[in-house]
């Protein structure tokens, strides 16, 4: 017998062991994704029943679970939220998510408008947007981020009688980032092309504006577990908060708290880019201090062209280098 008739036996029981090896994977496999299809409409079913006996209406209509067996994809025609004690509502359209065999841990998330909400203190609103998508890195206990990216943006009104609605806003992208920093909340966001329709302000104009921001809410993950009542005892440490329009461009950074009293404390930078260019859009959208405005910022341009300033609020108080800014009313 041939070494080659001594191998072909072994070599037959060795494809045999890994066939069956892959029929067992691909057998729990199976298992494991209709075990979690199940699990998540029988989760989502209990977590609307739970909100129904608190006299609160919720649901993600005609949820489907589908993309055997190359990916897990939830989907359902629209989400609805409705608590009738708080009066406040929101519903959207369509949402789609998506996790591929290659990241089942980094869903990705489609939803469409528009989004409809109405909640105490402010006009229901419309807000609907040409393309929304949302990704998750899923980990325990918390995500390890959340990012939201949009485009074609706009905001309005959503009367409930028969008056027409008042445009807000529209921008043209937009995206943001939450992530846990140890015990506390990283947002880091950006939005382009913000135009805010000045019937929506009061009359006042501004320009087409431009902005960035890098801001960590202390203490940030116990509050979103249990979300105070209270904006008290809060506090916020400001990376960067930048605004631009043409030449001109104003960047914030540093800590900014809340006291027990609702008084606003804060110990700022103020970076100035252009100080002329920066009056002339204060000038336009605060008219009734624009000979201030004009004063004060014609002496902080002899500073330069890009000075630096501290904002300080002490007890509500507030003050940018030598001007004073007035009081900050106590938040709740």
């Known amino acids: 017998m041939t070494s080659s008739d001594e191998r072909s036996p072994k070599l037959r029981r060795r494809l045999f062991w890994l066939a069956a090896l892959l029929v067992v994977l691909f057998a729990a496999y199976s298992g494991g994704w209709f075990y979690l299809a199940d699990r998540l409409k029988t989760e989502a079913d209990q977590a609307v029943a739970r909100l129904g006996s ?8 005609n949820l489907v679970v589908s993309g055997y067996p190359m990916s897990f994809t939830v989907s ?23 996790a591929g065999l290659t ?20 006009p229901p609103l419309w807000i609907d947007w040409d393309r929304l998508q949302a990704n998750v890195k899923v980990w325990w206990p918390l995500p390890r981020s959340v ?28 995206a943001g980032r939450l992530q846990p ?24 104009v501004l320009p087409a504006l431009d902005g960035s921001g890098d ?4 203490n940030g993950v116990a509050l979103m577990a249990a979300p105070p009542k209270s904006l008290r005892g809060q506090s916020i440490e400001i990376a960067k908060l930048d605004l631009s329009s043409g030449t001109a461009r104003v960047t914030v950074s540093g800590p ?5 009293e609702g008084l606003v404390n804060g110990d700022l930078t103020i970076k100035l880019k252009d100080p002329k260019a920066v009056a002339s859009i204060l000038a336009g959208a605060i008219p009734e201090h624009k ?42």
């Open 76 to 98: 359902c025609d629209n989400i609805a939220y409705e608590d009738d004690a708080r009066k406040v509502a929101a519903s959207t359209g369509s949402f789609n998510a998506v």
């Open 291 to 332: 000979s201030e405005i004009e004063q004060g910022f014609s002496a902080i341009a002899m500073l330069g062209k890009e000075p630096s300033l501290p904002l300080k609020i002490v007890k509500g108080k507030a003050s940018l280098g030598f001007i004073p800014l007035g009081k900050v009313k106590p938040l709740e």
């Open 256 to 260: 900014v708290s809340v006291d027990a």
């Open 147 to 174: 990012s939201v990216q949009a485009e074609g943006l706009n905001g309005q009104t959503d009367p409930q009688d028969d008056t027409d609605p008042m445009q807000l806003f529209s921008a043209g992208k937009a």
């Open 215 to 218: 801001v960590t809410l202390k």
């Open 54 to 61: 608190k006299g609160i209406a919720a649901g993600c209509a």
């Open 181 to 204: 920093a140890g015990q506390d909340i990283n947002y880091v966001g950006s939005f382009g092309d913000l135009e805010i329709n000045a019937d929506a302000i009061d009359g006042r």
């Open 103 to 122: 990241g089942p841990l980094s869903p990705v998330a489609d939803l469409r408008g528009p989004l409809r909400m109405m909640a105490p203190g402010m």
